[in-house]
């Protein structure tokens, strides 16, 4: 019983029950980063926690006017957060990535110089407005810098590190690139300590049940630090209110509700399902949730959703799960 109400609040307080949000921002400032590599992901992990599932043109529209951002934040990973917690999660979670970003770029043939040619290419040629990553390109190899495989995003990633550039308005189907001091203006005064403790605070608001581990597992910092952060942001302990589990429905890849805890047996009980729906290079596939468990996985092809449940599920659960693959049918996906 106590997991099953430690679960219905997990899901809870990540708005996948009867509280959802009415739009884009309101999943990202309760969630505070969403991974982001995916497009498709993060949208649908706005669709699944918002009321009527706002449709993926809402989602384009807060990023076009500037309201949501996608930058490399915890873990050197690409995530979604809103304008107001760029700076200060920035300063947080990047300045540790920087040993291993260079040392990325020298295995890719970009040197120390290369690299600074590279990152003022990119700087140069944002001043005049958004450009693709592809258009970038052309800007950086004109510089005599490398963009071959993965050094041309090695470059970004280091340009986005220094605090220049992040992904902001829609270009057809592809985020644009833009310099973070025209789109998001100047930094404010960063506080160490207060920075922390606000992560602490956010993080526990909507992962219930997490620990210090968690946390630093989450934004890739010390225990050391997450813990003196938790005390500071006087976090009290989750008391476990009775809530319903969610419906039946379709979760996308890299779904937040898996990437908040380093234990994901409460939702993935079954060791070979899971290895299933987590690869071990990393990959999260979308899965159907039913009775607060991964069932089955699915997918999208031609617009059209295809569900593949891991076991025979009863009629009416079927036809919830059909309602939901309507409902991802019309989001509007690019």
């Known amino acids: 019983m106590a997991v099953h109400v430690h679960a219905a609040r997990r899901f809870a307080a990540q708005l996948l029950g009867e509280e959802k949000a009415t739009s884009a921002d309101g999943v990202v400032d309760r969630l505070l980063a969403v991974q982001a590599q995916d497009p498709r992901a993060f949208r649908l992990a706005i669709r699944a926690r918002t009321v009527d599932g706002v449709p993926a043109a ?43 970003i260079n040392s990325r770029l020298r295995r890719l043939g970009v040197d120390a110089a290369a690299a600074e040619r590279g990152v003022a290419a990119v700087e140069r040629a944002l001043a005049d407005g958004p450009l693709t990553r592809a258009e970038l390109r052309e800007h950086v190899a004109a510089a005599d810098v490398r963009t071959e495989g993965q050094a041309l995003v090695h470059v970004l990633f280091l340009a986005t590190l220094r605090g220049l550039i992040v992904r902001g308005p829609m270009r057809g189907r592809e985020q644009a690139v833009v310099l973070v001091r025209d789109w998001l203006g100047a930094p404010p005064k960063f506080d160490r300590g207060r920075a922390m ?99 089955g996985t699915w997918k999208l092809t031609g617009g059209k959703v295809t569900l593949a449940p891991f ?20 989001f509007g996906l690019i």
């Open 197 to 295: 403790a606000e992560l602490a605070r956010r993080y526990v608001r909507g992962h219930p049940y997490g620990g210090d581990r968690d946390l630093a597992r989450w934004a890739r910092l010390p225990l050391g630090e997450v813990r003196r952060g938790l005390a500071d942001a006087r976090v009290e302990p989750e008391s476990a209110r009775p809530a319903p589990l969610p419906p039946p429905m379709l979760l996308g890849a890299f779904e937040p509700v898996l990437l908040g805890w380093r234990d994901r047996s409460w939702i993935l009980p079954d060791a070979v399902q899971a290895q299933r729906l987590v690869t071990d290079n990393g990959i999260f596939r979308p899965f159907l949730l039913v009775d607060g468990m991964a069932a």
């Open 58 to 100: 809402d989602v384009d529209a807060a990023l076009n006017e500037g309201r949501l951002v996608v930058s490399w934040f915890n873990r050197g990973t690409l995530h979604l957060v809103s304008r107001d917690d760029y700076w200060w999660l920035h300063e947080l979670t990047t300045p540790q990535l920087v040993t291993s």
């Open 311 to 330: 076991r025979d599920l009863t009629d009416d659960v079927m036809a919830q799960l059909q309602a939901d693959a309507a409902a991802v049918e019309a």
